[in-house]
């Protein structure tokens, strides 16, 4: 009996040094969670019970237990470098079409535009529509390298303040004449076709409180004049509304375009012409430029032109028993019975963490933890084989007795 109790004690030991030993050889692997090896004692039990003077019978590994206490975030120069703070799991395209999910959010794209990892996974995401709007749907996260389309300019927001102690200018007005104008102010629009053009819009006072306005493109006349008065305490009460529609007017080889001007927050106080905002909503073509994750994991494209397009969201899983989940080497488990069903929702949502772009998930291993389990588990090894030594002795004796 002493052998076989002595013998297990050694297996065990064996087996605590082999989890040690996984856990020390990954010490530096992204997004890998350490295992912690469980015992139990074992007794020779009768259908009627154990013996109060019973003696044991060794020990029996009862689990390895994963431990999935968070990791260090440590940043890095990839912006498809994602680590998770908090609960939950990356979801992963596999290559057989199955999902599996892990920690490791080291990603990057394919020549087919998927965002994938070093095993060639693609990470699941709930996409978007082509407005931006996160859809419930999921699948594989696919960047479009496309340009995106240029958008022709409707509308101009100006923000202005016009000096009350202006003088109205005694020539008729002449864009050429500076003398004809008191003020002006431009900004760079965009036709159907994505090519820029110059809108300048002048302003001239004509009577107390009172100012024309004229709206001209690229030289040429497109509006005007239209008026901009201001009551007394110097906010605009004409047009009604603040807003001024321009006639029609077509670039070459491009659709017509009709401007609206939205003079609302325009105001005439005694201070020098200011121009305190002046926005329009058009934009040439763009070529994507670089990707962007915010920290609900919604996956912006960037292009040369200043705009964005939402490209879908990150999806993370997460299940009511994680240390259920099947270990399945390169980072990575599958859902099990014992896991419970995968629980997939957005960064930040049912008691999900969020996620940080450009960092990745450190291993949670504690080297100097584990070289101390690694002493214990060598003394456990060595004090089970003094067992078979001394045990060794008492039979030799016994065989000895003459």
Partial sequence: MPFRTAISGMRAAMTDLNVIGNNVANASTAGFKRSRAEFADVYAASNIGVSGNAAGAGVNTARVAQQFSQGTVNFTDNSLDLAINGNGFFVLEDTDGGQVFSRSGAFGLDRDGFVVNAQSQKLVVFQADATGAISGATGPMQISTADIPPQATAAIEVGINLDAASIAPVPAFNPTDTTSYNNATSTTIYDSLGNSHLATMY?????????ETHLYVDGAAVDGPDTLAFNTAGALTTPAGGTLTAPAFTPAGAAAITLTLDYGTATQFGSPFSV??????????GRLSGLDVDNTGVIFARFTNGQSAVQGQVALANFSNPQGLQQLGDNNWAETFGSGAAL??????????LIQSGALEESNVDLSEELVKMIIAQRNFQANTQVISTANQVTQAVINIR
Avoid: E, H, V
């Fill in 344 to 353: 997939i929702a957005g960064p930040g949502s049912s008691s999900l963490g």
């Fill in 276 to 285: 305190n905002r002046l926005t329009q909503d058009g934009f040439t073509t």
């Fill in 203 to 211: 302003y001239r006072k004509t009577a107390a409180n009172t100012w």
